[in-house]
């Protein structure tokens, strides 16, 4: 599974703590969102 960076969009492996993109810091709260997202559907 990839989670999205929320700031550039660019996708990074799920234990990411920063995009490999932009260095924007991808938080555990984006994290459990994107993945709420996915078994919702």
Do not use: A
Not at 2 to 26: D, F, L, Q, R
Not at 35 to 41: E, G, I, P, T, V
């Amino acid at each position: 599974m990839k989670i999205v960076c929320s700031k550039c969009e660019t996708e990074n492996e799920k234990t990411s703590k920063y995009c490999s993109s932009c260095g924007y810091k991808i938080s555990s709260s984006e994290i459990e969102k994107k993945m709420k997202r996915q078994f919702s559907n």
